[in-house]
């Protein structure tokens, strides 16, 4: 059974940096792509940022530049650097992982930026 536990969330100020990890329970390779995606309150779930098999990247226009996306395969973990964080970053970020025509998500983890 697939599983993504995410972890890493929790309270900063703005500026501050904070590392999300996404761990699966079987090899991240097994899927085309795994992403983070966001849900600010009130507002619809949102993709953060995209890696796929082939390690390609992808970002959100709005965290360009201080989000960064990466894997480390051994560990069939996921993880999202986060630089530079703003108020408006604030909120539930959840990993996922996609193989057609499976989708899989994790249980979230909140993320606060105080001003």
């Known amino acids: 059974q697939v599983q993504l536990v995410e972890s890493g969330g929790g309270l900063v100020q703005a500026g501050g940096s904070l590392r999300l990890s996404c761990t699966t329970t079987v090899s991240i390779l097994n899927f085309n792509v795994m992403s983070w995606y966001r849900r600010a309150p009130g507002k619809q779930r949102d993709m953060v940022a995209v890696i796929t098999s082939g390690g390609g990247t992808n970002y959100a226009d709005s965290v360009k530049g201080r989000f960064t996306i990466s894997r480390d395969t051994a560990k069939n973990t996921v993880s999202l650097q986060m630089n530079s964080l703003e108020p408006e970053d604030t909120a539930v970020y959840y990993c996922?992982?996609?193989?057609?025509?499976?989708?899989?998500w994790g249980q979230g983890t909140q993320v606060t930026v105080s001003s």
């Open positions: 996922n992982a996609y193989n057609f025509p499976r989708n899989y």
